[in-house]
């Protein structure tokens, strides 16, 4: 994968529709708690990219299934970077919230 490709915008409804069909699957939204609070998508739990880093942050094993989303799909595809760099290799960044069509949760 090239490095272009970290921070390749997908489809989120697409994404969201494989997150949905893949079992186990974690869906992260790298956004504030404020962004998050204000709406998010449903199942997804909200993980700030300035905190992926931190020291004791609960962070699913390596070989799930993650599916990162943010606002625009910028901040997920750095926290997909990060997580494929970390052993994720199922890591994918699904793009931006902005482009969801479906109903949020708040």
Not at 25 to 37: F, M
């Amino acid at each position: 994968m090239s490095f272009l490709d970290m921070f390749r915008r997908t489809d989120i409804n697409e994404g969201f529709a494989r997150f949905q069909a893949t079992p186990g699957a974690v869906l992260l939204d790298v956004r504030t708690s404020e962004e998050y609070a204000a709406g998010h998508l449903p199942g997804s739990r909200n993980l700030p990219l300035h905190l992926l880093d931190t020291p004791g942050i609960p962070l699913p094993s390596a070989d799930t299934p993650v599916f990162l989303y943010c606002r625009s799909g910028a901040r997920s595809g750095q926290a997909t970077s990060w997580m494929k760099a970390h052993g994720y290799t199922k890591a994918e960044n699904i793009g931006g919230i902005l482009d969801y069509t479906g109903p949020v949760e708040k």
